[in-house]
């Protein structure tokens, strides 16, 4: 009875997924062939860090490196985006304060601030830049389908090999919670190095404060390297990296967006 039992428990969770992600992602999901389609994007003098290969994020065997996490990512980041994921992702949006020209979005995913960004700044050059290529094939088919012209980069937020003091905007969303601390650091040093002299960082991602005291809700996402995020401080990593004018505003329940300029003095 036991193994009847969780495989009724398994068809309902499964059947309770797919009504959550919708029939429109399911059909994506279905009819991609995602090992030929992610060739598009695969830079093959690439090698996935342990930190990545290693991991189940979300609980998905493979993490990022198996399809089924970007096509459930969306729905993911609406949970743990209240009250409202679009909000929050504009909270990012109203930290700008210069109309760039170069926009850069790290660990883009999805592309759900790429887009938004593009959509802000239509005159901008707009790049979004991840590890996943299941996570930039499902990226190009929203902005196909938002008709917006975004180039998608394969590659490693920490180590990009992009030119340096290229783009006048480096966000970074909801992705410093899913990498280790020494990581997350090498990431704002890289954001600082691809910026221009006068260029502005902006990162979005989980309230540190708040986080630091909810082991629960760490453990209701699966995140492997949130514990040690929580424990940390944005504020002093972007100094560390160089920023100027650092501060950091609390959104919504349980994010926050800092924001970091890098002075014309420091080139």
């Not at 992705?175 to 979005?204: D, W, Y």
């Not at 990593?237 to 970091?260: H, L, P």
């Amino acid at each position: 009875m036991t193994g009847i039992h969780n495989q009724i428990l398994q068809l309902s969770f499964e059947s309770i997924i797919r009504l959550l992600i919708g029939k429109e992602k399911l059909r994506i999901y279905e009819s991609t062939n995602w090992e030929k389609e992610g060739i598009r994007f695969h830079d093959p003098e690439l090698s996935y860090p342990q930190y990545y290969s290693s991991q189940n994020f979300h609980g998905i065997e493979n993490g990022y490196l198996n399809p089924i996490a970007a096509i459930t990512y969306d729905l993911v980041t609406a949970f743990a985006s209240p009250p409202n994921e679009t909000w929050v992702r504009k909270q990012l949006l109203a930290a700008i304060e210069s109309e760039p020209k170069q926009i850069l979005d790290l660990g883009c995913g999805t592309a759900s601030t790429t887009l938004m960004l593009k959509q802000a700044y239509l005159q901008a050059t707009t790049v979004g830049l991840d590890l996943s290529t299941h996570m930039l094939v499902l990226a190009e088919h929203k902005a196909r389908k938002a008709k917006l012209d975004i180039n998608f980069l394969h590659g490693l937020a920490e180590s990009t090999g992009l030119e340096s003091n290229t783009f006048d905007l480096v966000t970074v969303s909801f992705l410093l919670h899913e990498t280790p601390p020494n990581i997350s650091q090498l990431i704002l040093q890289e954001c600082f190095r691809l910026l221009k002299p006068g260029g502005e960082a902006i990162v979005l991602d989980g309230n540190q404060k708040i986080l630091r005291h909810t082991d629960w809700l760490i453990e209701l996402f699966r995140e492997p390297y949130s514990k040690v995020y929580a424990s940390g401080s944005v504020d002093d990593w972007m100094r560390t990296a160089g920023f100027n004018s650092v501060k950091t505003k609390y959104i919504g329940w349980i994010q926050q967006v800092t924001r970091g300029v890098k002075l014309v003095s420091n080139e």
